[in-house]
């Protein structure tokens, strides 16, 4: 019983975080439309992949990547609360035309 509650408690601190990197994101960008976090389950810890325009990688980036740093230092001290480790991996999307 006590390990589906922390499942269930693991999928929503997930599902928390990926909210709030999304929505930095958009804040940032000029597509919000197009940004999209996908969570990945990595052992003992939780990838989020952010997905992003083409045309926006580097505004979520930044300059010597100071953004995206920013960005991981928010999620950081978000999942030191929540007692779960969480990494950022910023992707560029790529369209087919």
Do not use: N, W, Y
């Amino acid at each position: 019983m006590d390990e589906a509650m922390q499942l269930a408690s693991g999928d929503d601190s997930a599902k928390k975080m990926s909210d709030l990197v999304a929505e930095l994101a958009r804040a940032l960008v000029d597509k919000p439309e197009e940004v999209s976090v996908e969570t990945i389950q990595d052992g003992d810890g939780t990838l989020l992949r952010l997905h992003v325009a083409q045309s926006d990688v580097g505004k979520v980036i930044g300059k010597q990547g100071r953004t995206a740093r920013s960005i991981r230092t928010v999620l950081s001290a978000a999942s030191m609360k929540l007692k779960r480790r969480f990494s950022l991996d910023i992707v560029e999307e790529t369209r087919a035309s």
